[in-house]
């Protein structure tokens, strides 16, 4: 098992971490319906209560936070206090992108649907470099369905939308590569992770059969697929979970290991600290947030780190 710190277990379902450059991580707690903050020494405080669920969270070109929201999940406590989530919950509406103002603690809806059709579960986004960002809609469950989804392009001031890939296997994490010429997307139930050639903003290279991807992996046994973040060698690095821990890729699929955690649904990854050597990473049904040393700097994200 991986030496970590726990930096606090006081959270409800967390996800989406931003590693701030003061110490703290802002992140999402999405049986909380919350955006908060965990600072160096575990304190948690609200940043912004949003109802639904908060799932991930990016800083934006105007230092605001965004928030894929996926409406809320009813959930299931374990025996043992453990927390997962279930189907879409009673008083679902829709899913939505939302932005808050960290200063204020305020938020307002910047979309709800794309061409007229709403937006189911949004779950994962990143930012370009021109500002816009890619995000996944993960769908929602039912007892006897399921929402079927894909990737989206938007602006981050409202004016503009657009489905890019339709369909994916309930899409979850989403990042770019470090020249930002390539997409990649992990798929949860398939556990697969694909990668798609960017041509200009909002626009992929789409060849041959199927979604026009290339698939660079698909881990056997029961291994599923959750976020992602990228490091600075180009590393895809996915929060996998049943298994519980990190997957890491090579830019070519090639070289794949498994950095274990303990937590089954380990849901999320974010670099932080000097040189982006640290990860930050999401224990989700224990509601701990954890930090440990990364083998190279993260990738510096665009509006947080650059």
């Known amino acids: 098992m991986t030496d970590f710190t726990e930096i606090t277990s006081e959270l409800r379902f967390p996800e989406g971490p931003i590693a701030m450059d003061d110490g703290s991580v802002i992140l999402v707690e ?17 940043v912004c209560d949003m109802g639904g669920g908060p799932n991930g969270a990016a800083m934006g070109p105007d230092g605001h936070v965004y928030v894929c929201n996926n409406g809320g999940f009813e959930w299931i406590e374990s025996s043992t206090g453990r927390l997962f989530p279930g189907d879409q919950a009673a008083d679902y509406t829709s899913g939505r992108i ?25 779950n994962d986004l990143v930012f370009d470099r021109e500002g816009g960002f890619w995000f996944t809609d993960h769908g929602k469950n039912r007892p ?16 503009h939308i657009e489905e890019v890939l339709f369909p994916l296997e309930a899409p979850n994490g989403i990042g770019l590569s470090p020249d930002e010429k390539t997409l990649y997307v992990a798929e949860t139930p398939t556990g697969r992770l694909w990668a798609f050639d960017i041509e200009s903003p909002g626009k992929l290279r789409r060849e041959g059969r199927g979604n026009g991807g290339r698939m660079l992996a698909q881990i056997p ?86």
Request: net charge negative.
């Open 30 to 46: 999405i049986a909380r319906g919350t955006l908060s903050r965990v600072l160096p020494d575990g304190e948690v405080t609200v």
């Open 144 to 159: 006897r369905n399921r929402d079927r989804t894909g990737v989206f392009y938007a602006k981050a001031d409202g004016s």
């Open 221 to 306: 046994d029961h291994h599923l697929f959750d976020s992602l973040a990228v490091d600075g060698e180009g590393n895809v690095c996915v929060a996998t979970i049943i298994t519980g821990g990190i997957t890491v890729h090579s830019p070519d699929g090639n070289d794949v290991r498994l950095i274990p955690l303990p937590d089954p649904l380990t849901t999320n990854i974010c670099f932080g600290g000097d040189d982006l050597r640290t990860a930050y990473a999401t224990l989700s049904t224990t509601g701990r947030l954890i930090s440990f040393p990364w083998q190279c700097p993260g990738l510096p994200l665009n509006f947080l780190n650059t």
């Open 98 to 122: 939302e932005r808050v103002n960290i200063e204020t603690g305020t938020f307002e809806t910047v979309y709800t649907e794309c061409d007229g059709e709403p937006l189911k579960g949004p």
